[in-house]
């Protein structure tokens, strides 16, 4: 039976090491937090020039800029409109749809709603006048399934706000990934 007194008066070698890398990693400065992100090339700034709404939905450019205004401050990156930035961002969103599916599982009719918003990123190093992403397709993408035939505004509302969390929660994974 493993007591408090046994671990102290017998420290297995595996017990030692253990103890060991956990101070170390405490002492060295490693922290493990999700919300935290880097951008790209070392870049301390990044703005978003422009986002271009290319669907017949009003608003998805406005709904998209709050998202991701929201999504780089929890990340503690201010995320500035103009230029001036090291990073320079373009956004375009080019199709924003919602469809409903018809499954049938042992007769029982059931429907599958999905929200969906595509687009494109840009994303210009102005330090060295380099493009990093030119035109890079995004996707966000929301299913709903539901025995209801109809949807009622307020679901609709909400599976396309849930799409467009997907959508700037893409955009900054890319920004964050392969650098």
Known sequence: MLTVKSLLVKPSPGRVLL???????GGCGF???RNQ?????????LSLISVNNQTFVSGLDLDLK??????FNRAGVTLSEGRGSDLEMELVLTQSSNNREDL???NN???RYVFLHQGQITLVDWRNNRPLFEKTP????FELETGATQLS???LREGRRKAMVKLAQQIADKLTQNF
Not at 37 to 45: I, Q, R, V
Not at 66 to 71: D, H, M, N, R, T
Not at 138 to 141: D, F, L, P, T, Y
């Open 138 to 141: 995004v996707e966000g993408r």
């Open 31 to 33: 922290q493990l937090n």
């Open 37 to 45: 992100f880097s951008l790209p090339e070392g870049a301390k700034s």
């Open 153 to 155: 505004a307020e679901e």
């Open 109 to 111: 009719l059931t429907y």
């Open 66 to 71: 709050a998202e991701l205004s929201g999504l």
């Open 19 to 25: 103890f060991i890398g956990l101070l170390w990693l």
């Open 104 to 106: 049938s599982i042992y």
